[in-house]
Structures are given as C-alpha cells and as structure tokens.
C-alpha cells in the first residue's frame, strides 16, 4: 500500500524567511509524485510533478526536489499570498491512475 | 486550461435524503475521481472512472455509488444521506498519459 506522510504539518514563517517542506512516501514503484497547493475552502491546484530522483522543478518562489525516498518543496523568500495547505501525493505503479495525498503542511506566512 | 465544475459549492440535506453530486469536465479526460476530505484525514478516494460507464471503488466506496453516462460527467449519489457523510466533496479528472488530477472547487455537503 502506498503511504505519504508531510511534515511539519503546520509551519508558520515571516515574509522573506525562506523554508522547506517535507514529504516523504513508499510506493511500489514510482509513477509520478505530485505537489498542490490548496487555498481554504477550495480545490487543490496543481504545482509540480516529479517522475524520477534528482529530478527539479521551479515555479516562481518555490521549486521541489526529489529522492527515491521523499520529495522537498523549498520556498524562497516567501510572500503572504503563498500561505496556504501544500499537498504531496504519489501514483505507484500498480495504482491503476489512482494518488495516495498526504495530509498537508498549513503554511502561514506573515507579513 | 483544464476546467472541473462541481454543479453544487454548499448543499445542506436531512438524514436519509438523496443527495446527487455532479461534476463536469471540458479536457476530454478519460479518468474521473471523487475524494472527500476530512480535517485530520486529508483526501481520500471513494470511487473512480477510467472509461464512461465503467467505475472502480476507491478506499472508501461505502454509503456511495456513482455514475458515468457521458464521458465529460461523473456524478457521485448518496442513496440515504447520514451525518457521517458530512465533508468537502471533491471531483477530479485526469488523462493516462499524464498522472496529475485537476480538480473542481468543491462540494461542501453538511447533512442534518
């Protein structure tokens, strides 16, 4: 069974205090491993996808990393319109196009 | 840009009603999911389809059914609603070529 734990699971920074989130996850084989970012009271949006170790991808103040054992989400001098709950979730090989999520990091980012 | 609409953003519904969930996507996607999610329990899956009329339980598949006639509608159908099923429900769709799930804004379903 694929399993996906974040931590922290809360974290809270100042503006421009750059950071990193966690994700770590065991999966019969890599399909993908899939950030989001969820505003309160809405769907998650849809970051990043990472297939393999070493892999790296950026957008604007965040970029996310992998391993063959978690994932990393860095954010870079950070801005209050990025709080928000960030979600890290897999597709293993035999899922059958299914995602194990995680339960989230709730980032607060003061101004 | 992939569109998911969800036909209801808050329902309130009394025990034993029955509740239909809609969602529509445009991408022409071959995958639908619905999650719901929980404070404390994150998302977790309750049906999926990878093909109109053909469905699949999730991890959580109890107290639900689902529906796909149309390949750009997946609908999720609470037979007799109860105040356990009170959550954000929320619809996804995917293609197989491309892991990542787009989803719609959510359903928050409060049963009496």
């Known amino acids: 069974e694929d399993q996906v734990t974040q931590s922290p699971e809360a974290l809270r920074l100042q503006e421009g205090e750059s950071s990193s989130l966690n994700c770590s996850y065991t999966?019969?084989?890599?399909?993908?491993l899939f950030w989001y970012r969820q505003d309160p009271g809405k769907g998650p949006e849809f970051l990043f996808t990472?297939?393999?170790a070493g892999e790296e991808k950026e957008k604007e103040r965040l970029k996310a990393t992998l391993t063959k054992k978690e994932s990393f989400l860095h954010i870079t001098a950070p801005k209050p319109e990025d709080s928000a709950t960030y979600l890290c979730?897999?597709?293993?090989?035999?899922?059958?196009?299914?995602?194990?999520f995680g339960k989230g990091t709730l980032l607060t980012v003061n101004p | 840009d992939v569109k998911v609409t969800q036909s209801s953003r808050y329902l309130v519904k009394r025990t034993g009603e029955k509740v239909f969930l809609e969602c529509v996507q445009d991408?022409?996607?071959?995958?639908m999911f619905w999650y719901r999610q929980d404070p404390g329990l994150g998302l977790r899956l309750i049906y999926f389809?990878?093909?109109?009329?053909?469905?699949e339980k999730g991890d959580i598949p109890e107290g639900y059914s689902v529906s796909r006639e149309k390949k750009e509608r997946f609908s999720l159908i609470l037979e007799s609603a109860s105040t356990n099923q009170t959550s954000m429900y929320l619809c996804?769709?995917?293609?197989?070529?491309?892991?990542?799930?787009?989803f719609g804004e959510g359903s928050r379903l409060t049963v009496l």
């Open positions: 996804a769709s995917s293609s197989p070529s491309h892991g990542e799930l787009f």
């Open positions: 999966v019969s084989g890599l399909r993908g």
């Open positions: 990472l297939y393999s």
């Open positions: 979730a897999v597709q293993g090989r035999g899922s059958n196009y299914k995602l194990t």
């Open positions: 991408m022409d996607h071959e995958n």
């Open positions: 389809s990878y093909d109109v009329k053909m469905k």
